[in-house]
């Protein structure tokens, strides 16, 4: 929400400013009248009036100013949001996975809610009532005194002054309150996604004793910023509000018995003196919502500052064909700095050609396949894809040119409708049904009460191994790509699974390239060639 959005908001704090000053000075004019003899009934009657308009706008102003606001704070919300998950889409996984997942949720949700409610409950009002005493000042130098105005004006810089010393005292806390929620919401869906894994392990009530430190280092940081809150507000109560409001009174006394002002404007400008004093009120109001805002909004900002390590050279569109379907030229990859998975690797899949990768565990198969897929880079060599560096085209290109079954397959909660639009969001009835016919998996979904609207369960628990498998294969029929890439597809499952899987896989590999990575030989017999990897 930039500053051009919050003008309105702005503007209204300086009506709402301006119109219970004039209700001030009607009040001074309506005292000074009353002293006088009163007959004056027209002047008094326009005075009403206009401290009746005054009320009415000051109100209106009062009601729309957090109206405005909770709409921006909505729409400021929605964007970020957006932009938040479409750059950790743009990271990618290799980026992506340095961050705990419950962080990075609880950025999305929580910091999003909060950096949007400073911007645009707090930030907007703030600028609003940090520059209305100024119009305040102004109106009462023309209207009453201006001396008392100038007086006034001297202590006024004292305000943002103290304003930014509690900022920064309390800048440290609010940033270790924000990062000590974040990393128990890290711990906390890290111990619900491993429910199975503690329970199997015996290990839930130490892991629950863990969450619980982590719960209660997250209650003190957040007493730490309340009590930081109720300081502010004895300070601002009990100093500057009682300093500010004495000295305008004793100002406001000591002109009027110098005969400069009447008692009526003495009143107007004692009670003008309480709207300078707004920037403190709002301050000590909000001071959760500012300092809460401040660290989620940096937080929000040093994530979006976060650089890909797999940078997108570009949009999608259409490259021409221009060499072998996969060619690895002299590839090196390490995970760790001197510790080489691959070294010198070369492969080259003609177009239509089958290809097993076999070799003992840890010798880069599945690394050869995050490498193709672009989730990694390649510390030395080439990876090419129709003869195209894939380190060089848009990774939506290079994506839809592969379809790939792993050994493990991502099910998100929802139906299997939904799990199969993933591959084709526009495709219609007869080509979901096309798709499971040829994954073998129609008549089972048929038999389904729900048929295609059946729900899976939180990551397809509802569904055995080789249905899971089957679906994935359902998948990569609906995207149609011309590489098919296979990652121990059955290794997850029994032999009778595994043989209703590789005929499907048989048939979804007509007219398509094959790379297969398996250590089962029924798998390796399927490819025309063999690749042995070594460790």
Partial sequence: MGVVKRLPIIALGWVQALALAGLYLCLGWGVDHLAADGSDGGSAALVALAAGAAIVVAGAAAWAVPYLAARGQAADEHDTRRAVVAHVFRLGAATRSRERTGALVSTATDGVERAAAYRSTFLGPMIGSMTAPLLVLVLAAVVVDPVWAAWLALALPAIPLALGGFQAAFRGVSRRYREAGRQFSAQFLDAIQGLGTLRLMNAEAAHGRRLAAAAESLRRHVMRLLAGNQVLLLVVDALFSLAFITAAAGLALHRLAAGAISGGQALALVLLGTLLLEPLDRIGQFFYVGMGGIASVKEIKALLATEPAIPDPGEGGTLEKEGPAVEFAGVGFAYL???????????????????????????????????????????????????????????????AQLAVVAQHTYLFTGTLRDNLLLAAPSATEDELWAALEAADLAAFVRDLPEGLDTAVGERGLALSGGQTQRLAIARAHLKDAPILVLDEPTAHVDLVSERAILAVLERLGQGRTVLAISHRQATIAQSGRVVEVAR
Avoid: C
Avoid at 366 to 371: A, F, N
């Fill in 337 to 399: 700095p001197g510790q080489p998975v691959l070294q010198d690797f070369d492969l080259r899949l003609e177009p239509g050609e089958r290809v097993a990768l076999t070799g003992p565990s840890g010798a880069g198969k599945t690394t050869i396949v995050e490498l193709l897929q672009r989730n990694l880079v390649p510390t030395a060599g080439q990876v090419k894809v129709w003869g195209h560096d894939a380190a060089q085209v848009p990774a939506a290109w290079l994506r």
